[in-house]
């Protein structure tokens, strides 16, 4: 017994120190699961904002190119707007299923900043189906757009936690009269 005696220290220590490799493997483990599921769902949440922003580009380019065929929009490739607007109706319904997916995993911030968004994309939309001629309504509704664009960049970034971006604001040219 007393043998055992004198072995049972070094027992013990060999208990401990299982026990407590054990507990940090199983802690590292759970640590490292979260980095990873955390890291899944950040780069689920960067393709739902970028689908929506592809979406939503979607509509304004038309809204460009008939405004151009209008004589209120430089763009270079102007539509009449009986050609775009079935291209229009496919726009706005591919709006919806990429706007419900933002909505599921947006943060309150950028979903915000969506609606911000699309709310002057469906302005521009209305401009260009009532073939509205008016030389200052179009500027402002493109500064609007432009402006809630780069809001809605800029709650993405927040969100995912980038740096602060270009802002793409490239000089436009006026519309060439003719």
Not at 9 to 37: C, K, N, Q, T
Request: glycine fraction near 6%; avoid cysteine.
């Amino acid at each position: 017994m007393s043998a055992f005696i004198q072995q049972l220290p070094a027992l013990v220590g060999v208990v401990i120190g299982a026990l407590g490799s054990y507990l940090a493997l199983a802690r590292s483990d759970r640590e490292r699961f979260r980095r990873e599921r955390a890291a899944r769902w950040e780069e689920r949440r960067l393709a739902v904002y970028a689908d929506y922003a592809r979406s939503l580009k979607k509509s304004v380019v038309l809204t460009y190119r008939v405004a151009a065929h209008l004589g209120e929009d430089p763009h270079p490739h102007p539509m009449s707007p009986t050609e775009a607007e079935p291209l229009m109706a496919e726009a706005t319904d591919g709006r919806d299923p990429t706007g419900e997916a933002l909505l599921m995993l947006g943060s309150h911030e950028v979903v915000e900043r969506a609606r911000v968004w699309v709310t002057v994309v469906m302005e521009m939309e209305r401009f260009v189906r009532a073939a509205t001629r008016d030389a200052a309504a179009w500027p402002a509704l493109l500064e609007r757009q432009r402006a809630a664009r780069e809001g809605y960049y800029a709650a993405v970034r927040e969100d995912l936690g980038l740096p602060p971006g270009h802002p793409a604001r490239w000089p436009t040219f006026p519309a060439a009269d003719g």
